[in-house]
């Protein structure tokens, strides 16, 4: 067959055309993970886990590695949440079986947190962690989704209908609904050495020039609120909900520090037991209820009045509390003793823990139980 000129002209170009196409195609390919994507929700809700006491003999039912959520929140009434470095999945309470799963094969899962049933995601892209998803916590279906351009070693807060995502240099807010991006924060020159998030809004501690103070930012606007001086060396940022409470190295001295969350001027000073250098930041949310603080300084469950600013009762403890049905649960080396609000011991379940936890939970009649990565489910 003999082709004319124009015709060898014509083949060429489509050639060349054809090459460059393929040349382009392959490392979008590559650089993308949607053939490694796996994605199965739930088609409906699941039942509520059963309620009841905790048995008084607590065995391993079964177990999970996994990527702690940044706030310890890994619970709802029906799921059990866990995540490794690319996917995440919501279990049965009482065996294990995942009911729904998020695999991005090709990416690595940057950070995760939840927030009022919402279960947050943010993935790699490139250099960015920028892929954000919201899914239903019990179902895995999928809320939202949206791209930002987010710094690598971020960490998700969750405050009230609204979330944040915190790098060393600066902080943006996220409305829960729709995901959109609502502010962001920063202040030329200085690091965020740590931050809370609640009822007040977010809360950070800032450094700037050797100088270290606590600063309030309204949760919705990210307007500055107050900026405050720390109240000591070695300050931690425990919680910012009805009363933001700081731990801070006095002297030979630690002391937990309950600011005003309108002002953020001290309204009480309470003794720690806590070996002044110790890192003692609190690996869950504290718990507030009947405007009392209940939170972990790592070493002792610490039950403070807001009000008066004084502590109410201390047990110690090997790691953070639990809340449910206005029990609070203090893990032990023994076991897991059960308390009243007022710090009378109700109920004992015994069973083998981990030398220390960074979080305890109660699903029904289980316990959830952190420690490094590995999640324990209890009953």
């Known amino acids: 067959m003999h082709l004319g000129r124009e015709w060898r002209h014509w083949l060429i170009g489509a050639v060349v055309v054809l090459a460059a196409a393929v040349a382009v195609a392959v490392p979008a390919i590559a650089d993308s993970d949607w053939y490694t994507l796996s994605y199965h929700p739930l ?49 049965n309470p009482a065996n294990g079986q995942v009911r729904w799963s998020y695999r991005r094969g090709n990416t690595d899962l940057c950070s995760w947190t939840m927030d009022q049933n919402t279960v947050i995601a943010v993935y790699r892209n490139g250099k960015w962690c920028s892929d954000i998803t919201g899914f239903n916590a019990d179902t895995g279906k999928r809320r939202w989704y949206l791209n930002a351009d987010l710094p690598r070693g971020i960490s998700l807060l969750d405050g009230s209908g609204i979330y944040y995502a915190i790098s060393p240099t600066s902080a943006t807010g996220f409305y829960l609904d729709g995901g959109s991006k609502a502010w962001s924060f ?20 800032t450094e700037c020039a050797g100088r ?16 405050v001086l720390a109240p000591g060396g070695n300050s931690k940022l425990l919680s910012a909900d009805a009363g933001v409470v700081v731990s801070s190295d006095v002297g030979n001295h630690t002391v937990l520090s309950i600011l005003n969350s309108d002002s953020g001027q001290s309204t009480g000073v309470v003794p720690d037991t806590t070996p002044p250098g110790t890192t003692n930041t609190a690996m869950t949310k504290p718990i507030i209820a009947q405007n009392q603080w209940i ?6 469950v610490i039950v403070l009045d807001l009000n008066s600013g004084r502590a109410v009762w201390s047990r110690k403890s090997i790691g953070p509390p639990a809340f449910f049905e206005s ?8 076991g897991i003793d059960s308390y009243d609000l007022a710090g009378h011991r109700t109920a004992h379940s015994s069973t083998t823990l981990p030398k220390v936890i960074d979080g305890l939970e109660r699903v029904g009649t289980h316990a959830v139980v952190r420690s490094d990565d590995t999640i324990r489910v209890l009953g």
């Open 212 to 227: 270290t103070d606590v600063v309030a930012l309204d949760g919705f606007t990210g307007k500055q609120r107050w900026d």
């Open 327 to 334: 029990t609070v649960y203090v893990p032990t080396a023994a």
């Open 43 to 91: 088609a409906h809700t699941p039942a509520a886990a059963p309620t009841g006491p905790l048995p008084t003999t607590l065995q391993q039912r079964w177990s999970a590695q996994g990527v702690v959520s940044d706030q310890g929140s890994s619970t709802t009434a029906r799921t059990v949440i866990t995540a490794d470095a690319h996917q995440i999945s919501g279990h």
């Open 295 to 300: 939170g972990f300084d790592g070493r002792q």
């Open 186 to 205: 920063h202040k030329k020159g200085c690091t965020l050495n740590g931050a809370a998030a609640g009822d007040v809004g977010l809360v950070l501690l």
